[in-house]
């Protein structure tokens, strides 16, 4: 065996071992949220009878969350449904000989005790990117996330009509659209929605198990709810606000189709868009923090936008590696990254600071979180 093909044999294996723990999450998650849920109930159930008769009330509201859960697991459940064949061509079927249904036992056994910690501390990360993905599907396809799409989206899709104008492009399908980092894929069938040929990338499989659901099986207005603010403790007015339900989608994603030249692909950015010249505009929303390196983002977009391509992008900078001790983040001021931006090719055509922008953002609970987001528009000069 080449050293080429065992890479790539290890790749795959990491690969698959990655998908299964990805849906292993989902099936844990009610079981990681009830828990959540029964230790407020033990943390009652010890206090003076004078505490606990107090919080009666408060009581009866837990029983309502654990339905609450249930109505959440139902969705996460149908999200997985499948999962194992959703990409081409690839069967991430995992024969499952633990005797668990597919999960694994985070029991303690002997000198395991470490191990299984450390497994049961991922497992509630991963879980919690279950419930943030919940979150994301009020905010990309419920009415609930109106205002948030007003904020983030309208401004891409306001300027793509200005640069591409039907008096002169009639024709939009030959406008051939790039939006990485695509989420579950409402920025990008809203601009396939207006005419254009559109591709969505997203590198999570969080993301694009519920994407699959809702882009291929969602097929009637507001048919599903989900109680997205139920893992929230702290900062509630109200319990009711806790248990505030929302419904999806609010479009009908499956079956009314903007146009056939919608996708979605799976992958890293990097890897995927290697094609020289090969798009009209890159549209970016939350998006090129997500790289320990920006500049490699800013370049791969420079190399596959045609000349007298457009990019639009819309977002903060978090710079989401900028904290892990593992990974070599550089984060450059916006200040900076603007020199970088024309260093490598870029006219600037349009910017803007201060940009008010919210993210899966509970409009009810004390504590808000809004970025003041930046906002520009650059154009690849055309060949000399």
């Known amino acids: 065996m080449s050293s080429a093909t065992a890479a790539e044999e290890i790749d795959e294996a990491k690969e698959r071992q990655h998908f299964r723990a990805v849906v292993t999450a989902f099936k844990y998650y009610k079981l990681c949220s009830l828990d959540r849920i029964q230790k407020s109930e033990k943390i009652i159930s010890i206090l003076p009878t004078n505490h606990q008769r107090r919080l009666e009330k408060y009581k009866t509201y837990l029983a309502k969350f654990k339905k609450c859960l249930d109505v959440n697991n139902s969705v996460v459940h149908l999200i997985i449904k499948d999962v194992d064949t959703m990409f081409e061509n690839v069967d991430h079927t995992v024969t499952d000989t633990s005797g668990t249904n597919g999960t694994e036992s985070f029991g303690c056994n002997y000198n395991n005790c470490e191990i299984a910690s450390q497994k049961q501390h991922k497992m509630q990360h991963d879980v919690e990117k279950v419930q943030s993905v919940l979150k994301n599907i009020v905010r990309d396809w419920s009415d609930m996330g109106a205002t948030e799409r007003e904020q983030c989206y309208k401004p891409v899709l306001d300027e793509m009509e200005e640069r591409f104008p039907l008096e002169e492009y009639s024709d939009r399908t030959q406008v051939r659209v790039l939006v990485p980092g695509a989420g579950l894929g409402r920025l990008a069938w809203e601009i396939a929605a ?42 509630n007015v109200t319990c009711e606000h806790q248990l505030l339900p929302a419904r999806f989608p609010d479009v009908c994603p499956a079956g009314n189709r903007p146009n056939p030249n919608f996708s979605m692909t799976a992958g890293d950015f990097l890897k995927v868009y290697t ?13 090129i923090d997500c790289a320990p390196n920006v500049i490699e983002f800013i370049e791969r977009i420079y190399t596959i936008l045609q000349p007298g391509g457009f990019w639009i992008n819309l977002g903060p900078l978090l710079y989401h590696y900028s904290d892990m001790p593992t990974e070599n983040s ?4 916006y200040d900076i990254l603007l020199e970088i931006i024309r260093d490598i090719g870029f006219d600037i055509l349009k910017e803007q600071t201060g940009v008010k922008t919210k993210y899966a953002q509970n409009p009810n609970s004390m504590m808000q979180h809004e970025y003041d987001s930046v906002f520009f528009v650059c154009r690849k000069p055309y060949c000399m």
């Open 330 to 333: 550089i984060e450059p001021p």
């Open 194 to 235: 207006r005419g254009y040929t559109c591709q969505g990338n997203e590198f999570s499989l969080f993301m694009l198990f519920a994407s699959n659901f809702i882009l291929n099986r969602c097929n009637e207005i507001n048919k599903y709810t989900v109680h997205p603010w139920l893992h929230q403790y702290v900062n």
């Open 275 to 287: 094609e020289a010249d090969e798009w009209s505009c890159v549209a970016t929303c939350f998006f």
